[in-house]
């Protein structure tokens, strides 16, 4: 199977990782990690601290082994909707605005009404509404109250958002809130992204996160973000050297602060397009820069995801399923992985979603999945019979099977097959999109809240927003 990188190029892009991180540095800008590093032998000026090789080794080979997905199952998978995005398109206006309470809501009832999601997020960040105390906790309490998927969170504790700009204690209750109502003590309940700042450095914020993720020994993904000739290197070359060796310090922190923490690691840094100062995911050179980036990680058995399924397209348009479904699909023939993980309704370059959007990702997933996974076909014994009898009837749809037909072959709900026919007369939609306001009116119809006990909804009611409250 092909991959991008050699193994020579991969051993190059590692050596100069260590090399930045012995010669120039990472900043580190708390002092408990300064005095951490400086513990262990580690040169610190002022917030940069200068790494040598002997610990980044050391914290290497106290990471866990790295785990394989099953080789059969190949797949595109929805991890969560939306990603983290401020704003959402209005279905009614297909304008954009902030995101409110209420599209938290319907994006939970629409992922809890389907079978691909895999985890909960709040993907709607920081909506309006929220009148909670303490935003950040009454982001988690919503999710704890609409959904039921596992928490896989990529929004952090914030200065911003949480009471009176206590983070630490907001990310520690957020993991206990998680624990309470998920009933859990000992397993990790919840994954949580940690995103540094480029370039080479971890704010407080980011380390106040990563510090209580470690205490309470949850998942932690470290996902660099870097934008080439802004806050990365102009090359994507140099932006995926950038990425390993901001990411390789993140990992030695960790494995000072806890020997033997696993860590996973994540790549969204891409293309600056710079007629607009604007990411660009939606492209081939967003693929090469994660690809690169993962077949390091792959290298130095460190575990490492693909993501997929990005636009940056405002529209539903050519545009927006293209980008969608290359960045989707494309990393199978460019390296050997097995799962490309997409947040279905993305848009905007993670500025904006949308519910529509969210439908025809998910319709685009399922159609992946019969490419990558193929078909269970099986040879019809009768098939010959029917030949015969076709001859006389000169169609099958008075022989054939109806139910052979629906198991092994699919009729999209969502997508337009009906040809030049035209759109019912004064229909301001056309037919796809009255196919999804249609499955969006019946999931959220069919939506049940999770089952919580009185105990758990007491719990819930003192982080919840005014409209969530029960």
Known sequence: ?????????????????????????????????????????????????????????????????????????????????????????????????????????????????????????????????????????????????????????????????????????????????????????????????????APLSYDEECLMNLEVLVEEAQDITISPCTLTFMTGPESLMGTVIHDIAISLAGIVYVQLLKPGTNVNLSSFSTMTDLKTLQPSYGSPEYLYAQIMFYEVCRHLQINCVLCGGFSDSRENDYQSGFESCMTALVPFSLTRVQEVFCSPGHMASFAGAGFTKMILDEEMLINCNRILQGLDLSMDPSLKDKLKKSLDTGSFLSIGSAGLYRKEQRVTRIFDKTGIQMAPPGSQKGRVAENVSREIEKRCAAYVLPARSRAQRNLLQRYLPTPCKY
């Open 1 to 197: 199977m092909p991959a991008l990188l050699d193994t020579e190029t991969i051993a190059s892009i590692r050596d100069q990782a260590a090399d930045i991180l012995a010669d120039v540095g990472v900043a580190f800008e708390t002092n408990r990690a300064r005095d951490l590093f400086k513990k262990h032998g580690a040169a610190v000026h002022g917030k940069q601290v200068k790494i040598p090789a002997s610990l980044l080794e050391q914290a290497l080979d106290s990471l866990p082994e790295p785990t394989e997905p099953p080789a059969e199952k190949k797949r595109v998978a929805a991890a969560s909707p939306f990603g983290n995005a401020p704003m959402i398109q209005d279905d009614r206006t297909g304008q954009f605005r902030r995101g409110t309470i209420e599209d938290a809501v319907k994006m939970y009832q629409l992922a809890e009404t389907s079978d691909l999601y895999e985890s909960a997020n709040p993907g709607v960040a920081d909506p309006e509404g929220n009148d909670s105390e303490d935003p950040f906790l009454g982001q988690i309490a919503i999710m704890l109250k609409y959904s039921d998927l596992r928490p896989t969170i990529g929004l952090r504790a914030t200065r911003s958002n949480t009471r009176h700009g206590n983070v630490r204690f907001s990310a520690k209750k957020a993991i206990h809130l998680i624990k309470e109502i998920r009933q859990a003590d000992t397993l990790p309940v919840m994954g949580q992204s940690i995103c540094p700042m």
